[in-house]
């Protein structure tokens, strides 16, 4: 697999939506990967806020964006998506995707319990009140 590459951060107003991209892995065509979108702010530590299983299963979503966001991946396009609805100011962040191939258990997937080995560039994603 190859570098990922996030894109489609910007600035919205409450109550908005974006959606981030992550390309360019080869990550989304095997089975036994876990791809996954997290989040940072200045001061604070890594949140792990969606992951989705390429084998396929249910996909990880942390309560904080549960029911507002969605993961998912166009195999075709080698794409991850995370579509980011009804958007709130404590969603501001710099958002990551990230990436693992050959997970041993997919339940560490399902559970939000893995770390990625691979990463692409943050976009910044700021949602003002």
């Known amino acids: 697999q190859g570098d990922l590459a996030a894109s489609g951060g910007g600035s919205v107003q409450a109550g908005g939506s974006l959606r981030l991209s992550c390309g360019g892995s080869?990550?989304?065509?095997?089975?036994?990967?876990?791809m996954g979108w997290f989040r940072r702010t200045p001061g604070s530590s890594r949140e792990e806020v969606a992951a989705?299983?390429?084998?396929?299963?249910?996909?990880y979503y942390s309560d904080s964006v549960k029911g507002r966001f969605t993961i998912s991946r166009d195999n075709a396009k080698d794409t991850l998506y995370l579509q980011m609805n009804n958007l709130k100011p404590e969603d501001t962040a710099t958002y990551y995707c990230?990436?693992?191939?050959?997970?041993?258990?997919?339940?560490?997937?399902?559970?939000?319990?893995?770390?990625?080995?691979?990463w692409g560039q943050g976009t910044q994603v700021t949602v003002s009140s």
């Open positions: 990230g990436a693992v191939s050959g997970l041993e258990f997919a339940y560490d997937c399902y559970s939000g319990s893995w770390n990625p080995m691979a």
């Open positions: 080869g990550y989304t065509s095997a089975d036994n990967n876990c």
């Open positions: 989705i299983y390429t084998g396929g299963g249910p996909a």
